[in-house]
T-cell receptor, first 112, second 114 residues
């Protein structure tokens, strides 16, 4: 089992839809979780950063961590065509700085 | 503000040829530097990281090497490329705690080995 797993998609939704992107992890010691957004042929950019359990909201984006289920999700409300990208879930290896374990990413396409 | 530069953006190399990818960071000092590789349809895999000049840690055995000749310069090299070295190479930096977990990536270098 991979340490961080995501459904690779592709996921296609209409503009304005609510999108839930999901990530599961195998090591209960993981505490920090990030969501990176990667546009085609570009480097990833940090979207959300969460610690431990609970929700964190930033505009149309909400990151949720359920440590009991070892499950992380990113909710996008009122999705826009500009949200079309690959979304990568990541966590630091043994909480060691920037040494991150990434999921394989979920490709999202938002149709106008 | 901090910026990170990678070059070249794209290159096509024959099997057995050498490789040099360069990364520089501006606007910060003593950054932690990283090389990641992204194969098609896959997540990012950490190849090397560095906490200071001349200090390189390798995460996976491979045909590649890294060097940090200056504080804000990180170089990825190979003496002889293999077909399996094809991929999207990303350089990243992070600061010290509490921001050590937060990576800022460059635009990437796409390598095709033929």
């Amino acid at each position: 089992q991979k340490e961080v797993e995501q459904d690779p998609g592709p996921l296609s939704v209409p503009e304005g839809a609510i999108v839930s992107l999901n990530c599961t992890y195998s090591n209960s010691a993981f505490q920090y979780f990030m969501w990176y957004r990667q546009y085609s042929r570009k480097g990833p950019e940090l979207l959300m950063y969460t610690y431990s359990s609970g929700n964190k909201e930033d505009g149309r984006f909400t990151a949720q961590v359920d440590k009991a289920s070892q499950y992380v999700s990113l909710l996008i409300r009122d999705s826009q065509p500009s949200d079309s990208a690959t979304y990568l879930c990541a966590t630091p290896i043994y909480n060691q700085g920037g040494k991150l374990i990434f999921g394989q990413g979920t490709e999202l396409s938002v149709k106008p | 503000s901090q910026t990170i530069h990678q070059w070249p953006a794209t290159l096509v190399q024959p099997v057995g040829s050498p490789l040099s990818l360069e990364c520089t960071v501006e606007g910060t000092s003593n950054p932690n530097l990283y090389w990641y590789r992204q194969a098609a349809g896959r997540g990012l895999q950490l190849l090397f990281y560095s906490v200071g000049i001349g200090q390189i840690s390798s995460e996976v055995p491979q045909n590649l090497s890294a060097s940090r000749p200056q504080d804000r310069q990180f170089i990825l090299s190979s003496k002889k490329l293999l077909l399996s070295d094809s991929g999207f190479y990303l350089c990243a930096w992070s600061g010290g705690a509490p921001g050590a977990n937060v990576l800022t990536f460059g635009a990437g270098s796409r390598l095709t080995v033929l």
